[in-house]
């Protein structure tokens, strides 16, 4: 089981990597879907045999709104915003690779001082939920297209996402449903909101919003 | 106990090896392809052709293919096959490797810069880019393999993988082997980073070093280019293919097998793959290097 989850934390990882490297859309966007889906399946496995209805059908829910039901809405909103790849990123892909290897360093020191006191988790579990939450931060700040904003946005929700399956294995159903609530509803609008700036200025670029003001010009 | 039949297979199959890449490429690009010895005959032919030199160059232009021969094939004294360990092995050799690579590499571009061209000086240049990426992928995937094992030499490490290395560590081996996958391409100048065939175009790297080369200097380029083939495929089979039944030959078969197996590999992905864009090659050997960092701290 222990090699499951291992193997998981791993592939979670890797995602990042391809999240932070991949210069099309369609790409990261899958990237997250799988992150969705790996977030589901270790939710599972972290229970170690002792299953409940509700400890799986939980974790299904999730990797269905997350590996499902996201990424066709942010399908969509490609589609929409007629974006296919992030063009010309604030931090060059290179670097952020280079951004993400020095991440993973920090999140596997950080793992290393961060004692969980409750039980035994994988070594790499808590290195690998750090990670995945600053590829999100890294995506939100370094990229240019609020599509690829909201991708950020939904790797830290995963990221905190695997740090509370390690944390702390039961959360009441309530919260974990209400998180999953927000995320959705958090996505739909986001989605609505790219769809709208597309249709105003025909680009989805966040740079230029920036020139928006009240004063005439 | 070293043994000379890993140097042996290596000197003569090597060619073969190629061989078995082109013939996968023609088979799925529905061509009959050059005949299996074919490597050979061009090896003799080129062997018993005399050599031109050009005015503007120096004895290090005639001193780079003997030595880019000469380190690969010291390198191949420290590579086990099958059950056979290598002939030599000593704590820290894959270090040794590395850097004997090193050493061949620096004569070839030290070669081609002394032609004077600007077409080769272009080619030394990538070479020299790229092998900065690959060379700390292929480096920590090594230090993560000999932590996983605990071995420092590469006959008593890659014969300490075996089946049940897989079975508690299956997420680090892959890792460490995805990462030399990737160094095996670009080292070897396979394609997603350079196309062995092209001979024509600005995008070239490996084969733009190596233009003015001719007869025997060019044989040795081009079995030296075969035996790096060899020597990375076997590092990658003995990682990816750990048979250790215990009888010598019958691993040294099957180790033949997972030869075969990885030249047809190579083969679908040369087939099915586009060059990538010169840009794009150091992301492919970061994510290399990424992988085998991810491997060593797993």
Redesign the interface.
């Known amino acids: 089981m222990s ?1 499951l989850i ?2 998981i934390l ?1 592939f979670l ?2 995602t990042g ?1 391809m999240l932070l ?1 991949s210069s099309r859309l369609a790409a990261c966007i899958r990237a997250i879907a799988i992150q969705g889906v790996l977030l589901g399946v270790l939710a599972i496995a972290m229970q170690d045999g002792r299953l409940s209805t509700v400890g799986v059908l939980l974790p299904l829910i999730t990797a269905a709104v997350k590996g499902l039901v996201l990424p066709w809405l942010l399908f969509r909103a490609m589609r929409e915003a007629d974006a296919v790849r992030e063009v010309e990123p604030l931090i060059s ?2 670097l952020s ?2 951004t ?2 020095a991440a ?1 360093a920090l999140s ?1 020191w950080l793992g290393q001082r961060l004692q969980l006191p409750s039980h035994a988790s994988p070594p ?1 579990q808590v290195p690998a939920a750090f990670f995945t939450s600053l590829v999100g931060v890294i995506v939100i700040v370094s990229r240019r297209k609020a599509l690829t904003q909201v991708l950020g946005y939904l790797a830290l929700e995963n990221g905190v996402y695997a740090f509370g399956a390690a944390a702390a294995l039961r959360l009441p159903v309530l919260v974990e449903l209400g998180i999953l609530l927000d995320v959705f509803a958090g996505v739909f609008v986001m989605g609505i909101a790219i769809f709208h700036i597309s249709r105003e200025f025909d680009h989805i670029d966040t740079d230029k919003l920036a020139a928006l003001t009240d004063r005439l010009r | 106990m070293g043994s000379l039949i890993p140097l042996i297979v290596a000197a003569a199959l090597a060619p073969l090896m190629q061989a078995l890449i082109i013939r996968t490429k023609s088979v799925m690009a529905g061509r009959i392809g050059p005949p299996l010895m074919q490597p050979y005959r061009d090896l003799l032919k080129l062997a018993r052709k005399g050599a031109v030199y050009s005015h503007t160059t120096s004895w290090i232009f005639q001193l780079g293919p003997a030595i880019g021969l000469a380190s690969v094939l010291l390198a191949l004294t420290l590579i086990p096959f099958g059950g056979f360990a290598a002939l030599s092995a000593f704590p820290g050799d894959f270090v040794l490797v590395v850097y004997l690579m090193a050493l061949g590499r620096f004569f070839t571009v030290a070669a081609a810069l002394d032609t004077g061209s600007s077409f080769e000086g272009m080619g030394a240049s990538r070479e020299v880019t790229f092998s900065a990426f690959a060379e700390p992928a292929l480096f920590l995937a090594f230090a993560a393999l000999a932590r996983q094992t605990g071995q420092l030499s590469l006959s008593p490490l890659l014969a300490a993988i075996s089946a049940r290395t897989w079975a508690h560590a299956a997420p680090m081996l892959s890792l460490a082997l995805g990462a030399l996958l990737i160094v095996f391409m670009a080292e070897n100048a396979r394609i997603p980073v350079d196309d062995p065939t092209t001979h024509l175009e600005l995008t070239m790297i490996h084969e733009v070093m190596v233009l003015d080369h001719s007869g025997p200097d060019l044989a040795m380029i081009e079995y030296g280019a075969a035996l790096k083939l060899w020597l990375f495929a076997a590092i990658i089979i003995g990682v990816a293919f750990p048979w250790h039944c215990g009888h010598r030959w019958i691993d040294a078969s099957a180790g033949l097998l997972g030869m075969l197996m990885l030249a047809i590999a190579a083969g679908l992905v040369e087939s099915s793959m586009a060059r990538l864009r010169l840009l794009r090659v150091p992301q492919l050997l970061l994510v290399a290097i990424v992988l085998s960092a991810l491997a060593l701290a797993f």
Do not use: C, D, R, T
Request: net charge neutral.
């Open positions: 090699q291992n193997s791993v990882v890797l990597f490297s892909y290179n690779i280079m993400g290897a993973l596997l790499l």
